[in-house]
């Protein structure tokens, strides 16, 4: 059996409703607010370490590298599980599936707040992402489930605004805590959050299962796409180490095509594919997975190099720096609901064009912040991006979920989800070696114009990509103050310039997203439901 022959299957009917929903348990809205909690808590995650990042690294004594996973290790984990977590809601019913997340991932945290290793928060990261997982795809299935047709879409609606406003709040919540408490709390806030969602969960959410639910899974297909992903960023992130001409950078990058490859033959030939590739078959649909690639490696990518500049350039605490990041955080809030009008009067392909442009010009506009720019010139830049990521944040369950089939709907969510996850992982990445290779590159350079009398340190070239001055280091090892305003500002230029750089790319990115969007349109399953259940 191929995979066009489970496209072709009768859509499997839902568990139907047995009239309007009484008491608490099943209640639509009531179902609305209980997921809320729990997409909230891990898309608040996928961000709000970003301010924690530079914490955790001097208190634990990280390399960039290791950095990097924190954010890259989460991300992955999420996105590789996504799909194969929707199949298992599928089999197993959504309501224990959430439940079962939101209990694994609140474990996890605390777990992350009590490590002393930077190996043991990349792990416990990675365990986060993958109960993370199990909650998004089966928050959807629970609202598809529980409302009706006419208000699924306000439903979605609001559970998108939700996940935006959380990954945007993530910097402002992140600097109030490791501020006034540590970084550890960054984590520890989300066990009394998953209790209360894990409460409201048993009393309120309702068991739904189709009633032809899979009964099988496609585990090679899960190791392929899971070792393709993996090759693929770790030989980006090693690039900055190994050089872009290194034969074991080309040759992860090489393993990642191989496996790719593999993972597409094997899933024309298994009965229940992980992904049926047929579904790419709708242009629309396929944007509305590039488009969400793209995005997310622009603004997950540039975010991560934001909060170095911060703090590091311009000695910012996290509290400071988040509230900095207000007008980003702010107008995502305040625009996701006029994107949400726009996009219904006129089709996402207008708003999502517009969005992506007006996001290019905010990343181009971040390659001018330097140590002299004031708040007002960046409050302008990171509120433009905010307003720019809002149509995309809003419109990519119609793009995606309303071109796919009625009967793979669960997976096309999924699949916006995962790919908004590997979207962040590969920006971080790859904006992560630019950064790296740049600051490489200038550094030695930019010693040696400084005219400084003694010769520059591999660990000071290290400090240039956090943007860190080790003061207190430079001092103990009996250097004059002079001397260590000129170290200072070396590390300082290096580090923006590096920035600059990644912000370039980061609006190349975004403008190839602008013109993917303009093949992306209203999909003709965009207003159905697949529940029947009343309000």
């Known amino acids: 059996m191929t995979s066009q022959t489970t496209i072709d299957k009768a859509p499997p009917p839902q568990e139907p409703a047995a009239g309007p929903a009484k008491g608490l348990r099943g209640h639509p809205w009531l179902t609305l607010f209980s997921v809320a909690i729990g997409v909230m808590m891990v898309a608040l995650d996928g961000t709000i370490v970003a301010i924690a990042n530079p914490a955790i690294q001097k208190d634990l004594g990280a390399t960039l590298a290791d950095v990097q996973w924190i954010t890259n290790g989460y991300l992955l ?86 996940i935006g406003a959380s990954t945007a709040g993530g910097p402002i919540v992140g600097g109030l805590l490791v ?37 099988s899974f496609d585990i090679p297909g899960i190791v392929l796409l899971s070792g393709a992903m993996f090759a693929v ?37 298994v009965a229940e594919p992980l992904i049926p590739l047929a579904m790419f078959r709708s242009v629309p ?63 996402p392909r207008v708003p999502l064009v517009g969005g992506m442009v007006a996001t290019a010009a905010a990343m181009f506009g971040m390659t001018t912040l330097s140590a002299d720019t004031s708040t007002f010139m ?30 793979l709907s669960g997976v096309a969510g999924g699949l916006q989800q995962a790919a908004m996850q590997v979207g962040g992982a590969l920006g971080t990445a790859v904006l992560g070696a630019i ?24 660990k000071l070239e290290e400090a240039a990509e956090f943007a860190s001055v080790p003061t207190k280091e430079l001092a103990k090892a009996g250097l004059e103050p002079p001397v260590i305003d000129k170290i200072g500002a070396v590390i300082h230029d290096t580090f923006v310039s590096g920035m600059h750089l990644a912000f370039t790319v980061a609006g190349a990115v975004a403008v190839v997203a602008a013109l993917v969007a303009t093949l992306t349109k209203r999909g003709e399953n965009a207003d159905a439901a697949a529940g029947s259940a009343h309000i």
């Open 233 to 269: 960023v770790w030989g980006i992130i090693k690039a900055g180490e190994w050089g872009w001409d290194s034969p074991s950078t080309w040759a992860w990058l090489g393993a990642s095509v191989v496996l790719f490859a593999v993972f597409a033959v094997w899933e024309t030939k």
């Open 179 to 215: 501020e006034h408490v540590n970084w550890q709390s960054v984590f520890f806030i989300n066990v009394p959050v998953g209790i209360v969602a894990l409460a409201f969960g048993l009393v309120i959410l309702k068991d739904h299962r189709a009633a032809n639910a899979p009964r």
């Open 285 to 347: 649909l396929s944007a509305g997975v590039v488009l969400m690639v793209l995005m997310a490696i622009a603004f997950m990518g540039g975010l991560f190099f934001v909060t170095f500049f911060l703090q590091g350039v311009h000695g910012m605490s996290p509290v400071d720096s988040g509230l900095h990041l207000l007008p980003l955080t702010g107008m995502m809030i305040v625009s996701s609901p006029l994107a949400g009008v726009l996009i219904t009067k006129f089709g």
């Open 435 to 458: 950064m790296s290779s740049k600051v490489s590159a200038d550094f030695a350079g930019n010693w040696k114009e400084a005219g400084i009398p003694i010769p520059a340190d591999p």
């Open 77 to 162: 984990a999420l996105a590789v599980a996504l799909i194969t977590a929707g199949k298992l809601g599928d089999r197993f019913g959504h309501r224990q599936t959430f439940l079962i997340g939101i209990a694994g991932f609140a474990l996890a945290s605390g777990a992350i707040g009590l490590s002393t290793e930077i190996a043991l928060v990349i792990t416990f990261r990675v365990l986060q992402g993958l109960f993370g997982a199990l909650l998004m795809p089966a928050a959807l299935g629970l609202l598809r489930a529980t409302f009706p047709a006419e208000k699924l879409n306000m439903a979605i609606g609001i559970w998108g605004m939700v």
């Open 378 to 407: 960046m409050s302008l830049w990171f509120g433009l991006l905010g307003l720019g990521l809002a149509p995309v944040m809003v419109g990519a369950t119609e793009v995606i979920v309303g071109n796919a089939p009625m009967e």
